[in-house]
T-cell receptor, first 111, second 118 residues
């Protein structure tokens, strides 16, 4: 059974810092991996999608990497801003269409 | 595009009542997912459809829950009878998946329906 874990559960950093969020999964047979952002009371917004054949994806200040063999993905946020404060979730896509979510990392960026 | 549209945004009902949540996926998407989110359990996949056909409903908690997708532009999630433990935010999401059901594209979420059962 695929399990997705995100560490840490919560993170607080001062504005301007570079930071890394971690996601690990137990079964390397994944189809893709997606990172989402969720603001309080809102739905999830897709940030980056990495197909299983890819190693990383970049969008602006965000960079996500994928290492299937070790069952890990990281989301790197450069020069963090208060507007980056949100919960970040990773989800692994399985063959057949299921998407399994981690519990998320709640990020707070202090001005 | 208007994105994934869910209704109602908020629903407060009494135990035993029937609840129907509605979802309109993004036009052209062929995969639709229903998720439930609670503080205790996080995001749980309830059921998903590919080309209007239910592929996996193993996440549906009980027979009180049912979901339908009569056409490519509409889906419902029904709870009958509702119970206080059903209180949660229910999300609908859609994507452009492969014909075989594999997930190839990004998943787009609606704003959710917050259900409170008293």
């Amino acid at each position: 059974k695929q399990e997705v874990t995100q560490i840490p559960a919560a993170l607080s950093v001062p504005e301007g810092e570079n930071l890394v969020l971690n996601c690990s999964f137990t079964d390397s047979a994944i189809y893709n991996l997606q990172w989402f952002r969720q603001d309080p009371g809102k739905g999830l917004t897709s940030l980056l999608l990495i197909q299983s054949s890819q190693r990383e994806q970049t969008s602006g200040r965000l960079n996500a990497s994928l290492d299937k063999s070790s069952g890990r993905s990281t989301l790197y946020i450069a020069a963090s801003q208060p507007g980056d404060s949100a919960t970040y979730l990773c989800a692994v896509g399985l063959v057949g269409g299921k998407l399994i979510f981690g519990q998320g990392t709640e990020l707070s960026v202090k001005p | 595009d208007a994105g994934v549209i869910q209704s109602p945004r908020h629903e407060v009902t009494e135990m035993g009542q029937e609840v129907t949540l509605r979802c309109k996926p993004i036009s052209g998407h062929n995969s639709l997912f229903w998720y439930r989110q609670t503080m205790m359990r996080g995001l749980e996949l309830l059921i998903y459809f590919n080309n209007n056909v239910p592929i996996d409903d193993s996440g549906m908690p009980e027979d009180r829950f049912s979901a339908k997708m009569p056409n490519a532009s509409f889906s419902t999630l029904k709870i009958q009878p509702s119970e206080p433990r059903d209180s949660a935010v229910y999300f609908c999401a859609s994507s452009l998946g492969a014909r075989t059901g594999g997930l190839t594209g990004e998943l787009f979420f609606g704003e959710g329906s917050r259900l409170t059962v008293l």
